[in-house]
């Protein structure tokens, strides 16, 4: 069975559902949009607070979960670490932490300089203020009216106010209005993707508004296997919805926005990649191309402090609790993110731009890591406060290949974590820094003790493989350029095949610093500009 649109995009996720909303404002222009998960209307993915059911329950995880895991490796004492990537419309803007950080412009300029003309800071800059409806209103770095609601926490716990003036005092920063404005370098409230105990994922700000034009189609349990090339050119693309394979035809052009795990598998099934691993899985070579390399995505070392007046308690009763709270008055911590406040900063006065990120919560993290998805993690009933000091450069490179051709089948995804040597002295300096904030007058006497891990020297070193955890940010797969090592050009299309393009985090050359979810729904605007020609 087959059928014939103007244009099919794989993948509903952050710049997916971006794209499909945009080119099907022209009602001349057909649109197929292709999503291997399910529906987002339901509670678990549209109430913020849901978020840890999403992440804790392994029932309610296989649901909205692709279910990846890192291939075991000595660099992690061969753990298999779960690689999470939203199955559903709206992808993992739907099941993520909501966390509203758009990059250091010092990225995209670096993008730019690296090959990437049209991708510097000025350029890009119009497309985050399209798509934002910022609380702070509309000035010349933010935007207000748009698909996406961006609010900041209220409420937040007395240990997350204690935390942002003895980040200030301890590093020598300020506290930041706006992180994403002027300068990034600072502590801040997080801005999140959520207003009104609503989450704003990319199908709730773009899709939903829209489902009832005629020219988008939407396709939900799609399976898609590859991208139908002849004559080098792509035509359509080969899927499965329960079992039965369909053919959908594009007369205009194919956009995979899969993500930077699915886009880079279904180019590989498709004959796109290196050539000799597309030999050994007897597939013929449509394209010679780097698929699948330059993979690395941020990494995190969770310290948890135990803190009575101000953290929140991770037991059932304290969670129910705060749903009917939020069901019958609104304004809740379950209407919101669990993050409150971010800081950026250098782990040294050397660095150019902040390279360090710490993440914050008023909760407990699950102890040592969350690696056993068949079961639902440890984590101390306590009040407790999490900082997460997170590398947002890493050195290291890994890669993902096939491991057979069939689109249902485990594929190989290796970050090579902590591979380069550099990666864990800033993680390490990390810790230490986040440590004498904890000391800080300022906040020292909302901490008892530090729960987790309680270790230090070369006890510390040693246990940093066992608990280092992706923020489930892999990037750089399907990476853009203008040379060699670029699987797409500036423009976001295929080097070597007509009528194809890729456009999601797969294509950052490398990854920017914080959340990369602001970012590929920036990418997704401007795909939708580069692909109607403006």
Not at 121 to 144: A, H, N, S, T
Not at 364 to 372: G, I, T
Not at 385 to 395: C, E, G, R
Request: hydrophobic share 40%.
């Amino acid at each position: 069975m087959s059928e014939g649109w103007d244009y099919v995009i794989v993948g509903a996720g952050s710049a997916g559902a971006v794209i499909a909303a945009r080119l099907s404002e022209d009602p001349s222009c057909r649109v197929l949009l292709l999503e291997g998960g399910g529906s987002d209307r339901t509670s678990i993915c549209t109430v913020p607070g849901m978020v840890s059911i999403i992440h804790t329950v392994p029932q309610v995880k296989k649901k909205f979960d692709w279910g990846y895991k890192t291939k075991p490796n000595a660099r992690t004492l061969d753990r298999k670490i779960p690689y999470v990537r939203g199955k559903v419309l709206g992808g993992s803007s739907a099941i993520n932490g909501m966390v509203f950080v758009r990059g250091n412009r010092a990225n995209f300029d670096s993008w730019e300089a690296d090959g990437c003309p049209g991708w510097g800071y000025g350029d890009v800059l119009p497309y985050f203020k399209r798509f934002e409806d910022f609380e702070g209103g509309q000035d010349d770095w933010r935007g207000q009216g748009g698909p996406i609601k961006i609010s900041r926490p209220t409420g937040i716990s007395p240990v997350s106010e204690a935390f942002m003036p003895a980040v200030a005092e301890t590093c020598g920063t300020e506290i930041l209005d706006d992180y994403n404005a002027g300068s990034q370098e600072g502590v801040s409230l997080f801005q999140l993707t959520s207003r009104d105990g609503v989450r704003y994922s990319t199908a709730e700000g773009y899709l939903h508004p829209n489902l009832s034009r005629p020219n988008l189609d939407i396709v939900m349990g799609a399976l898609v296997d590859k991208v139908i090339v002849e004559n080098g050119r792509a035509t359509g693309v080969k899927y499965a919805v329960n079992g039965e394979d369909k053919v959908a035809h594009a007369s205009s052009e194919v956009v995979l926005s899969a993500g930077a795990v699915g886009s880079p598998a279904i180019l590989l099934r498709s004959g796109i990649g290196p050539a000799a691993d597309l030999a050994a899985l007897g597939l013929d070579v449509a394209a010679d191309l780097p698929v699948g390399q330059n993979l690395h995505d941020h990494l995190f070392f969770p310290l948890t402090f135990i803190t009575p007046r101000g953290g929140h308690k991770g037991t059932p009763l304290h969670f129910f609790a705060g749903m009917i709270r939020e069901k019958l008055f609104g304004g809740t911590w379950f209407g919101r993110s669990v993050f409150e406040v971010v800081a950026f900063l250098k782990t040294n006065p050397g660095e150019a731009i902040p390279n360090l990120q710490l993440h914050s919560l008023p909760w407990a993290y699950p102890h040592p890591n969350q690696d056993n998805t068949e079961v639902r993690p440890d984590v101390d009933k306590r009040a407790a406060f999490t900082v997460q000091p997170t590398l947002i450069y890493p050195k290291s490179r890994g890669e993902l290949k096939l491991l057979s051709l069939d689109p249902a089948d485990k594929l190989h995804i290796d970050p090579h974590y902590l591979e380069h040597p550099d990666d864990a002295k800033t993680l390490l300096d990390g810790i230490a820094m986040t440590r004498a904030i904890m000391a800080h007058p300022a906040i020292a006497g909302e901490v008892a003790s530090e729960l987790e891990p309680g270790i230090d020297g070369e006890a510390l070193k040693k246990e940093l493989p066992n608990r280092v955890a992706t923020v489930y940010h892999p990037v750089g797969t399907c990476r853009m350029g203008s040379d060699e090592r670029a699987v797409v050009d500036p423009q976001l299309r295929v080097r070597g095949i007509e009528g194809l393009r890729v456009a999601d985090a797969s294509i950052m050359p490398s990854v920017t610093g914080g959340n990369t979810n602001a970012p590929c729904i920036m990418i997704g605007e401007k795909a939708a500009d580069l692909i109607r020609g403006r």
